[in-house]
C-alpha cells in the first residue's frame, strides 16, 4: 500500500476514491476482457473485486489513526486501538487527550501508558491527515541497555588504567575512592584490612560539581563498624539495614541524612584474604539496582586487584629496605683517641648497597678492630658476600686479635662458605687493630690481603704510602699476608679506600683513570681537616671526576688520631683548591 493509496483510501467502505482529474489513479481495475468466441455452455469473465486495504491496514506495524478536515476520528487501526484506547472514532482527536497527537509537531516521541511512542502526522486529500503511531518501547530500552553497558565499559576501563600506575597503598587507595565518584556514590569509604591492630580508611565525598575532597583515617581493628570487620573477614554485607547507621556512626556520611540513604558494602578481593572494604552511599534518590550492584561489584574485583599489587609492593619494599639495612656498611663504633671518617656509594644509583665494606670492633684492652674491604662482583650478589664476610669478622675478632692470624682466619672461613656454595667469590681488604697513646698518638698495625694500600697524611701535610701487600682473600689456603705498623701523632690521618676511587675514569674525555697520583695531590695539604671531611672530599672529587658516568662501589675509611682529649678541635681549615690536578692555592 503506497502513500498515494492512503491518500485516496476511503475508511468507510474500505475503497478507493475516484481519483481527481489532476492526476492518475493509483489504482483501478483492469477493463473487462473483449469476450472470445466461446461455446455457449461457457459464462463471460467477470472483473476482479476492488481490494479492501482495511484488511491490509490491520497487518501495519505502525498504528494508524485517520481524522477528518475538522479533526474528527474517521479511522482507527487495531494496532492504534491497542497503544491508543483514549481515541474513538466520531470523536475529536485532541479530546483524547494524547499529548504527542497535538497537531505540532508533525513528528515526535513521547511516553503513554508506560510505552514510548513515535507519531508522524502525513496530510492526505481533502484537509484530511493520518496519524501513524509505532512502539518504540523495546527498540529504545535496547539502545538505552547498550548505550548504560558502553558507558560502563568505558567507566571501568578508565578505572583499570588509572589503578594500574600506583604501587604505592595510600595512592592507591585515594585513587580508588576518587574514582568511585560520582559515578558509583557519592560516599565512597575505602578500609584496608587492619595492620598491628589499626585499620587505615580513605573517604571521597562528592563537593557541588567540583572534584571529590579525598580525606583519610585510622581506627583501631576492635572499633571498626560490625558490617566492615564482617567484609574483611570474606563475608559480604550485601545489603543490610543497619549498614546506614553503622557508616554514621563511624562518621563517614558527611551531608546526608541516615533515613533517606541507601548503603552498600562490598570486601576487595585479595590474595588470600579480602584486602579491604569498599563502602559506597548515595542518596534515596538513586537507590543502587541489579545493574548498579554489577558494576560496583566489577569496579571492586579492579580495585582488589589494584590494592592487593600495591601492598605486595609494599611487603615487598619493606623486606628490601630491612635487608639493604642490614646489608649497608656499618659506621666504626667510638673509640678512645680515633676520630672515624666515612665516606660509601655504591655502583648502582637503584641501590645503596654494594660490594665494597667497612667497620670496626672494640677489644677488650681498649683498642679497636677495623678494616675496609671489597668483594668481587656487584649488587645484591656481591653485598650478600660482603655481609657473610662481616658477620665471620664480627665472630673471629673475639678469639684473634692479631691482625695476620685474624685475616688467615677470615680466609679459611671465606674458602669453606665459597666451596659450599660453589659461588667462587674472593675478596681484598685491609685489616688492622689501633690503639691509643697516652700523649694521644695511635699505633696501627696493618695486614693486607690484595687490597690497595693505606696512604697516611701527616702534621706536615704531606702524604706517605703505607707499603703493605698480600694475596687476595678467599683464593687459596694460607695465603702470604702482608703486616705494616704505622705510628700517627695527633692530627695525623690514615685512609683506606676501594678501587671505585682510584680506578675512577673521567677526565676531559671520559676514559682516563683518577689514578693513586690524583688522590695523594687531593690529600695534601688537607691535615687540618677532619676525618668525617676529609674522606667526603675524596667521595666528592671522585663524583667530580666521573661527571655522570658509570662507576664502582666506592667507599673511604679515614682515623685520625685526635689527640689526648679524645675529640676533635674544633675550628676553620683550609682547603687545597684546584681539583684532582693538583693546582692548589691556600683560601682563608
Request: glycine content about 12%; overall charge negative.
Amino acid at each position: 500500500m503506497t502513500a498515494a493509496d492512503v491518500r485516496d483510501w476511503d475508511p468507510g467502505d474500505g475503497r478507493v476514491s475516484t481519483p481527481s482529474a489532476d492526476r492518475a489513479p493509483a489504482w483501478s481495475p483492469a477493463p473487462p476482457a473483449r469476450p472470445a468466441p466461446a461455446p455457449p455452455a461457457l459464462t463471460p469473465a467477470r472483473p476482479p473485486a476492488t481490494p479492501d486495504w482495511s484488511e491490509v491496514v490491520e497487518h501495519f506495524r505502525e498504528g494508524l489513526v485517520v481524522c477528518d478536515a475538522d479533526g474528527v476520528v474517521r479511522h482507527v487501526s487495531p494496532v492504534a486501538e491497542r497503544l491508543l484506547p483514549e481515541v474513538t472514532v466520531g470523536e475529536v482527536l485532541a479530546a483524547a487527550g494524547v499529548a504527542g497527537l497535538s497537531g505540532e509537531p508533525a513528528t515526535g516521541a513521547f511516553d503513554h501508558r508506560s510505552r514510548r511512542l513515535t507519531a508522524r502526522r502525513v496530510p492526505l486529500s481533502g484537509g484530511r491527515c493520518c496519524w501513524y503511531v509505532e512502539d518504540v518501547t523495546e527498540s529504545v530500552s535496547r539502545a538505552d541497555a547498550l548505550l548504560a553497558e558502553r558507558a560502563r565499559s568505558a567507566f571501568l576501563a578508565v578505572v583499570g588504567e588509572k589503578l594500574g600506575n600506583p604501587l604505592h597503598p595510600t595512592r592507591a587507595a585515594a585513587a580508588v575512592v576518587r574514582l568511585a565518584v560520582p559515578t558509583l556514590a557519592e560516599v565512597a569509604v575505602l578500609v584496608l584490612a587492619p595492620r598491628s591492630g589499626r585499620a587505615h580508611w580513605w573517604r571521597a565525598s562528592r563537593v557541588d560539581d567540583e572534584g571529590p575532597a579525598v580525606d583519610s583515617g585510622v581506627l583501631a581493628a576492635a572499633e571498626l563498624p560490625v558490617a566492615i570487620a564482617d567484609g574483611l573477614a570474606g563475608v559480604a554485607p550485601h545489603a543490610v539495614d543497619w549498614l546506614v547507621e553503622q557508616a554514621a556512626e563511624a562518621g563517614w556520611l558527611p551531608g546526608l541524612a541516615t533515613g533517606d540513604t541507601d548503603v552498600r558494602a562490598v570486601p576487595l578481593p585479595g590474595s588470600d584474604a579480602p584486602a579491604g572494604v569498599l563502602l559506597v552511599a548515595r542518596r534515596g534518590t538513586g537507590w543502587y539496582d541489579e545493574s548498579d550492584v554489577d558494576l560496583l561489584h566489577a569496579f571492586a574485583a579492579r580495585a582488589g586487584a589494584a590494592m592487593t599489587t600495591a601492598m605486595l609492593y609494599r611487603d615487598q619494599a619493606e623486606v628490601a629496605d630491612t635487608l639493604q639495612a642490614s646489608l649497608l656498611p656499618v659506621e666504626p663504633a667510638e673509640a678512645v683517641g680515633v676520630q672515624w671518617g666515612t665516606a660509601y656509594r655504591s655502583a648502582q644509583a637503584g641501590l645503596r648497597i654494594g660490594g665494597d665494606f667497612y667497620g670496626s670492633h672494640r677489644l677488650p684492652d681498649g683498642g679497636s678492630v677495623f678494616f675496609l674491604g671489597d668483594v668481587s662482583g656487584k649488587g645484591v650478589e656481591a653485598a650478600v658476600f660482603t655481609g657473610q664476610l662481616r658477620q665471620c669478622l664480627q665472630a673471629l675478632h673475639r678469639v684473634e686479635s692479631q691482625p695476620a692470624r685474624l685475616l688467615g682466619l677470615l680466609n679459611d672461613a671465606l674458602l669453606e662458605t665459597t666451596q659450599a656454595h660453589g659461588q667462587g667469590r674472593f675478596a681484598t681488604l685491609v685489616l688492622g687493630v689501633v690503639r691509643p697513646h697516652r700523649d694521644g698518638g695511635l699505633t696501627l698495625t696493618m695486614a693486607g690481603g690484595g687490597h690497595l694500600p693505606p696512604l697516611v697524611l701527616r702534621a706536615t701535610g704531606e702524604v706517605e704510602t703505607v707499603p703493605l701487600r698480600g694475596m687476595l682473600i678467599g683464593v687459596v689456603p694460607d695465603p702470604r699476608v702482608g703486616e705494616v705498623t704505622v705510628r700517627l701523632e695527633p692530627g695525623e690521618t690514615c685512609v683506606l679506600y676501594s678501587d671505585g676511587v682510584t680506578e675512577a675514569r673521567g677526565g676531559r674525555w671520559g676514559d682516563e683513570q683518577f689514578g693513586p697520583e690524583r688522590l695523594v695531590d687531593v690529600l695534601t695539604g688537607c691535615h687540618r681537616m677532619p676525618a668525617p671531611a676529609l674522606a667526603e672530599r675524596i667521595e666528592q672529587v671522585t663524583c667530580d671526576w666521573l661527571g655522570h658516568g658509570d662507576h664502582d662501589d666506592i667507599a673511604v675509611l679515614a682515623l685520625r688520631a685526635s689527640g689526648p682529649t679524645g675529640r676533635a678541635s674544633r675550628h676553620l681549615h683550609a682547603v687545597p683548591a684546584g681539583g684532582p690536578d693538583g693546582a692548589r692555592e691556600d683560601r682563608g
